[in-house]
Structure formats: C-alpha cells, structure tokens
Nanobody
Framework: QAQLVESGGGLVQAGGSLRLSCAAS????????MGWFRQAPGKEREFVAT????????IYADSVKGRFTVSRDNAKNTVYLQMNSLKPEDTAVYYC????????????????WGQGTQVTVSS
C-alpha cells in the first residue's frame, strides 16, 4: 500500500487560501481514487472531496463546493486540495486517503490514510 504524507496546512485568516498536498510513496497512486477528509475537534471525520484516478471526475461536500478544488498529478504521485475563501468552520485536521476502484465519499472504503495536516482559520 502507498504511504501518504499531507503537507501545506497552517494558520490563515478567514477569507484566505491554502493549498494542501498529499504525496504518495512506496506505490503509484495513478490507478487509485483519492479523497480528502477532515476532522474538527469533538467531531467525526467527514468527507471533503474526492477525485477519480484520471482526475476527470471530482465530487465535493456541499460545505466546500465552489471554494475548494481537488486535483492530482499522477506523474508526481501527488494529490492537491486548493482551499479558497476559508472560513473558521473549515478549521480541522485534513487527511488524504486512497482507495481502489471508483471515487467515493465514504471514508470506510478507503484503505490508506495519511497522518493529517492541521488547518486553522482565524476569524
């Protein structure tokens, strides 16, 4: 299984932007669908976005639609999450994950997870 490492998190003011990266090693992820999830303190981990293996299909949670963009560069074995117009409610630890087969919003179907990167949005 691929090892996934997220980076790019940090502290940003409301309205600002961040770009998260998820770099894979040990195995190519070009045939995997990839997902981004987040977990805020005291809350369950929730779906943010998913992208098909080719990048042709993306799906977003309603809460981030129009503000976040997921993309991938299979040549670099990396997936990205561009986050714009950030809100305090976007504060969470963000995780990337990989799954075989088609894209999915169900975190239970993902088999490889990164360790997460903290995103904090101040008001």
């Amino acid at each position: 299984q691929a090892q996934l490492v997220e980076s790019g998190g940090g502290l940003v003011q409301a309205g600002g932007s961040l770009r998260l990266s998820c770099a894979a090693s040990g195995q190519t992820i070009s045939s995997y669908s990839m997902g981004w999830f987040r977990q805020a303190p005291g809350k369950e981990r929730e779906f943010v976005a998913t992208i098909s293996w080719s990048g042709a299909t993306t799906i977003y949670a309603d809460s981030v639609k129009g503000r976040f963009t997921v993309s991938r560069d299979n040549a670099k074995n990396t997936v990205y999450l561009q986050m714009n117009s950030l809100k305090p409610e976007d504060t969470a630890v963000y995780y990337c994950a990989a799954r075989r087969g088609t894209y999915s919003a169900s975190l239970a179907t993902y088999h490889s997870w990164g360790q997460g990167t903290q995103v904090t949005v101040s008001s």
